[in-house]
Structure formats: structure tokens, C-alpha cells
């Protein structure tokens, strides 16, 4: 069985924590892209050309304990932009989308550019206070010494630059169902999510 499901939205808006949990429940593998930027960016921090960077990209990459870091955030965004380095990821995000089994996919261009024939896709939002709260709490949890404020103007300032690049902005695909976590608990969040994938399940066993 081929069927993905993809999730997209801006930063921190529950796309990861509801993927996660769609995975699960489903036992789909999950996908998280975001890293697949972050480990590029991360090497551009450490000196690598980004085109470069995303071409030499290996399975340890992404497996590094530093990708969540508002400097690599922002150097993922930056890279993100590079139609050469997007291009460099494209088919591996393919392939993991249209594997046997299912797939579950969560990022930007998901339901628009990697998969537009996703059978289920979800763009998930919340108010940009409530999104760089949840961010906050991620951060400071780990010990980054950061404040509410320089969060929100982060979160801000990559959003910007996710939804204004030319190559595959960061927008909700024509089909998508729209998610809006602001005042949902992440319980109820997804059950959302989980029901709209198990109604599109039943429909293919008709
Ligand atoms: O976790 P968070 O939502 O903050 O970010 P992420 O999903 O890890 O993505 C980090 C950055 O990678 C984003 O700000 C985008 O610039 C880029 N990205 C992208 O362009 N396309 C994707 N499919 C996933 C991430």
C-alpha cells in the first residue's frame, strides 16, 4: 500500500509532536524534514558551501544532538531558500513519501512540491504567541539561554523567509486540510489529525 501523509505549517506550530503521533498509530515510518535542513545548515555553519553541504548529506547528519538550536534554525532557513540545495533533497523525500507501507512527512512543501499526491494532507498553524510559548518551553527545557521575545522574533523572522522564497514557499496545498492548534491541546490535536487518516483508509477499502 502507498500512502502518505503530509504535514505542513510553520515553525513550532505541532507539526512534529502530531506527526509523531499519526506515525504511531498507524505504524507508518516518519520523516522529519526540517532536520534534513537543519543538518545542512548546521554544516554551512561549519564552513561547507550550502550546495555542497546538501549533496554530501549522510544518515549520521541527522542523527547529531545540535540540530535544534535557534542558530541552526535560522542557518536551515537561509539554506532553505537555495533552489540547488532543495533540489539536492528532493529525491530522497520522494522515495521515503511513495515507500510501501505508508509514510508520514511533515515540513513545508510537503502537500505542494514533494508529494502533491499525498492522500492526506494537513497544514498546521497556531497564533505566532502561542507557537514561539510552545518554542520557549522546548528551549529553555534544554538549558538555551534565550527570552520569550527573542523567540517570537525567530520564529517571525524565519517564517518570513520560509513563506516569501521563491522555490517552494512554505504554503498550505489547494486540498489541505487546515489544522489550527492555538487553542487545541495536543490531545485533541491529534485526534484530528488521526481521524481525517483513517476516514481517507476506509475510503480506499470501499
Ligand atoms: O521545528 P521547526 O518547525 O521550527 O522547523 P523545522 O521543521 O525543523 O525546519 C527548519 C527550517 O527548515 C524551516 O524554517 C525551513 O526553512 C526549512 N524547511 C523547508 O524549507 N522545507 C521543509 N520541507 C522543511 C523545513
Redesign the pocket.
Known amino acids: 500500500m502507498i500512502f502518505t501523509v503530509a504535514i ?6 505541532g ?2 509532536t502530531i506527526s509523531k503521533a499519526v506515525a504511531t498509530h498507524f505504524g507508518f515510518p516518519h520523516l ?7 543538518a545542512t ?1 548546521r554544516r554551512v555553519l561549519a564552513g561547507e558551501e550550502p550546495v555542497a553541504a546538501a549533496q554530501g548529506l549522510r544518515p549520521e547528519d541527522l542523527d547529531r544532538d545540535d540540530l535544534r538550536t535557534a542558530e541552526v ?1 535560522q542557518a ?2 537561509r539554506v ?2 537555495v533552489p540547488e540545495v ?1 533540489a539536492a533533497l528532493i529525491a530522497f ?1 520522494r522515495a521515503f513519501a511513495r515507500r510501501e507501507g505508508g509514510a508520514v512527512l ?5 502537500g505542494t512540491v ?1 508529494c502533491p499526491d499525498a492522500e492526506v494532507k494537513l497544514y498546521v498553524t497556531a497564533s505566532d504567541e502561542v507557537r514561539a510559548a510552545r ?1 520557549y518551553l522546548e528551549l529553555s527545557a534544554k538549558g538555551a539561554a534565550t527570552s520569550p521575545a527573542e523567540v517570537l522574533d525567530d ?1 517571525r523572522a ?1 517564517d518570513a ?2 513563506a516569501g522564497r521563491d522555490t ?1 514557499p ?1 504554503k498550505p496545498a489547494p486540498d489541505a486540510l487546515l489544522l489550527d492548534t492555538t487553542n487545541l491541546s495536543i490531545e485533541a490535536a491529534v485526534e484530528e489529525a488521526v481521524r481525517a487518516v483513517k476516514q481517507k483508509l476506509e475510503q480506499g477499502r470501499r
Open positions: 505542513d505549517g510553520p515553525a513550532a506550530a507539526k512534529g522529519d524534514t526540517g532536520l534534513l535542513y537543519r545548515g534554525a536551515a532557513s532553505a531558500a532543495r523525500q511533515d515540513g513545508r512543501d510537503i514533494i518554542r520564529l524565519r523567509r520560509d517552494a512554505m
